[in-house]
Antibody, heavy 117, light 107 residues
């Protein structure tokens, strides 16, 4: 079945970077774009950006431009999201999701990133 | 950026009630609107895409309508499993925005 499996939780200090992975199975990786969405504790959903897996082109949320990079390894059917210069308000659950018809139809299980000194 | 305004932010209802949630876009998004259900600690679940298309496996008591700037999610007969938070999401010009969410609580 179609699955997106994310890497485990991370604890980082302010100013550090984090890289979260999202391994896809059950379909051809390059057939669908992958988006990243985060959710701070008790808050709503925030779109971070997405990557076209067939050519690597990206669109990022303006708020995160310059701090976020999304990449893929098509040989591993895996997408990555790196966030740099972490701040305390980057503490959130980070989700990857498959983009289809303008919506996110399959989601990863989420990766908790905690930023704390 | 396109802003998405959901209302109400909280809704109290009983099992069997008909529930409607509204989502307004700050500019026209045609029909590029999706709805999600989220329960605590779990990833969101897609209910409706392209404003009114029901995602496979989603019960038919869920329906969506609207185009342009105003959209509605309707649950025709609320079930115990439906108490959750609902989000709308727009997709326009390759950019995405979520609404602030509507928490559906037990009355």
């Amino acid at each position: 079945q179609v699955q997106l499996v994310q890497s485990g939780g991370e604890v980082k200090k302010p100013g550090a970077s984090v890289k979260v992975s999202c391994k896809v199975s059950g379909y051809l990786f390059t057939d669908y774009s992958i988006a990243w969405v985060r959710q701070a504790p008790g808050q709503g959903l925030e779109w971070m950006g997405w990557i076209r897996t067939h050519n690597g082109k990206t669109n990022y949320a303006q708020k995160l431009q310059g701090r976020v990079t999304m990449t893929t390894d098509t040989s591993m059917s895996t997408a990555y999201m790196e966030l740099r210069t972490l701040k305390s308000d980057d503490t959130a659950v980070y989700y990857c999701a498959r983009l289809e018809m303008g919506a996110f139809d399959v989601w990863g299980q989420g990766t908790t990133v905690t930023v704390s000194s | 950026d396109i802003q998405m305004t959901q209302s109400p932010s909280t809704l109290s209802a009983s099992v069997g009630d008909r529930v409607t949630i509204t989502c307004r876009a700050s500019q026209s998004i045609s029909s590029w609107l999706a709805w999600y259900q989220q329960k605590p600690g779990i990833a969101p679940k897609l209910l409706i895409y392209k404003s009114s298309s029901l995602q496979s496996g989603v019960p038919s008591r869920f329906s969506g309508s609207g185009a342009g700037t105003e959209f509605i999610l309707t649950i025709t007969s609320l079930q115990p499993d439906d108490f959750a938070t609902y989000y709308c999401q727009q997709y326009n010009s390759s950019l995405v925005t979520f609404g602030g969410g509507t928490k559906v609580e037990i009355k």
